[in-house]
């Protein structure tokens, strides 16, 4: 496949998102792979915005999706507010260039009015569904003679442009994934080139642009193959060269359906509040469907590895959260501390109001340490939330609960109550404390461990977490001391 994606052209690739005022793994997915091709290929990434549906036009001036690019990272090198050669960049500015296209296909005969209504339309579909025909426009309006155009447009009935395929032709696509495909142009409808309300259709529009912009390689979801007959129709009726084509599998749920609103995780937005990192997701999507040597990369590695001529997944690639979950970790383990810091801080402010003061107490240098020592536990930043909690809550327990948490025996358990009772004094230097009772456990004959617990669920209310050195660390040793004062007075 190589030879298809080598071109003696300039690489030109382009993300063509409707504002639907999400975008959604589907879309990043997309834009990613758009991106990572133009960058290894020293191409240009354009950012064209397609709204020119008014349904879908839920985001306008397209600010959440620039948002959403700018956040994972994703710089495109032409596009809205970005000078090019091409502009402008939202299809809703771009009628005239439509227009003069259209032209220049009524001047050449390649188009041909339709007057057929909806309703005419939808009886002729029902027809052909009953006839088991495949459904498709019969053509009506191609035959009709100037006399008759002229009668119709003299009554006002509204028209539409349709393309005139020519069914005894065929044309062959070329597709990263698929390989060569060739379109009969006999099994193809004379597809709708503008609507009644004088705008143009999406088939044609992005055409248009992908023509005009000089796009080499056209990167999008499979959902589009069905386009591409039509759209490489056009590119033969303009008699300009194809562009190569890379439909990519679309992504589905871990039970093989499409992902939906439903599965966690479809709207970036849901993930990027989850606490997942721009990275993390750019990370998982680029290596999702395929199989790599070392899977946590960063874009710049993930540039040297990728084989696009490689690609050849088609169908379907399935959305794995477990996976998504255990490259986010690696990505929060690796991270900087600071940086990292900085991220946690908007979610445990969030959760806990008074962090702020409890930081401006602490220093900065404490809170970084702190997460520090948290990070292992996370596996999304939000996961700060409940790691941290301890900090700002002290634990509340019954003796029973102690009993049952630590599950240490009741002799051993006072014996070891009695040991932590004795040597509190000495919490105010954390590391004499710790070497005391694990020296004394020993010669008791405690289990090490049981100590541990019981330490543990004194300062946090768990038996998991950090070390105990570090928990006293985090907390300082007064409030070590009081905790673990109550958990005596509770203990007794
Ligand atoms: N505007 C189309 C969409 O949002 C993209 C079309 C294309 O990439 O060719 O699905």
Same mark, same amino acid.
């Given at each position: 496949m190589e030879n298809e994606i080598v071109?003696?052209?300039?690489i030109r690739v382009r993300f063509a998102p409707s504002p639907t005022g999400m975008m959604h793994l589907g879309n990043v997915r997309t834009a990613l792979l758009n991106y990572l091709f133009a960058k290894q290929k020293n191409g240009t990434f354009v950012l064209r915005i397609e709204d020119t549906d008014p349904e879908r036009n839920f985001d306008p001036g397209a600010v959440k999706i620039m948002e959403d690019l700018n956040w994972l990272g994703l %710089?495109?090198?032409? @596009?809205p507010n970005k000078p090019g050669?091409?502009?402008?960049?939202?299809q809703a500015q771009r009628t005239e260039i439509y227009q003069e296209n259209l032209q220049q296909l009524i001047s050449e005969n390649k188009v041909y009015r339709c007057f057929c209504s909806q309703e005419e339309l939808e009886n002729k579909k029902q027809r052909q569904i009953a006839l088991k025909i495949?459904?498709?426009?019969?053509k009506t309006c191609c035959k009709l003679t100037p006399e008759q155009i002229k009668e119709k447009l003299d009554k006002n009935i509204p028209f539409i442009w349709r393309m005139k395929l020519d069914p005894n032709t065929k044309i062959t696509i070329t597709d990263i994934s698929h390989g060569q495909i060739t379109f009969?142009?006999?099994?193809f409808s004379d597809f709708p080139? %503008?609507?009644?309300? @004088?705008t143009f259709t999406f088939m044609f529009s992005n055409f248009v642009d992908d023509m005009v912009m000089d796009i080499t390689h056209v990167i999008r979801?499979?959902?589009h193959l069905s386009n591409t007959a039509g759209q490489a129709a056009l590119f033969k009726a303009f008699e300009k060269e194809l562009p190569t084509y890379w439909h990519l599998p679309m992504i589905c749920n871990i039970e093989g359906k499409k992902l939906s609103?439903?599965?966690?995780?479809?709207?970036i937005r849901d993930l990027q509040e989850a606490g997942y990192l721009p990275e993390a997701l750019c990370n998982y999507l680029s290596i999702m469907g395929g199989s790599f040597e070392?899977?946590?990369?960063t874009i710049s590695e993930l540039l040297s590895v990728?084989?696009?001529?490689?690609?050849?997944?088609?169908?379907q690639i399935k959305y794995d959260l477990n996976k998504l979950n255990w490259i986010n970790h690696k990505w929060i383990s690796n991270y900087d501390n600071k940086k990292l810091t900085n991220l946690c801080k908007v979610y445990i402010e969030k959760e806990f109001p008074q962090a702020k003061a409890l930081e401006k107490n602490i220093g900065e240098n404490k809170l970084i340490r702190i997460i520090e020592i948290l990070?292992?536990?996370?596996?999304?930043?939000?996961?700060i939330t409940q790691e941290i909690r301890f900090l700002f809550v002290a634990p509340e327990t019954t003796k029973i609960e102690i009993l049952s948490l630590s599950n240490v025996d009741q002799n051993s358990f006072s014996q070891i109550i009695k040991l932590l009772e004795q040597n509190l004094?000495?919490?105010?230097?954390p590391e004499e404390f710790l070497n005391k009772i694990k020296l004394e456990s020993k010669t008791n004959n405690f289990k090490i461990k049981d100590v541990f617990s019981l330490l543990r669920i004194g300062l946090?209310?768990?038996?998991?977490?950090?070390g105990i050195g570090e928990l006293i660390d985090i907390l300082g040793s007064k409030e070590s001391k009081n905790r673990l004062e109550k958990l005596i007075n509770i203990a007794k």
């Open positions: 071109t003696n052209k300039k %710089t495109y090198d032409e @596009g050669s091409f502009p402008p960049y939202f495949a459904p498709r426009y019969d009969d142009m006999k099994n080139i %503008t609507r009644q309300t @004088g979801g499979e959902d609103k439903r599965d966690f995780g479809f709207s070392q899977e946590i990369m990728l084989d696009f001529s490689k690609s050849q997944a088609k169908g990070k292992p536990g996370l596996t999304t930043l939000k996961d004094s000495l919490l105010s230097a946090i209310g768990s038996t998991k977490g950090p």
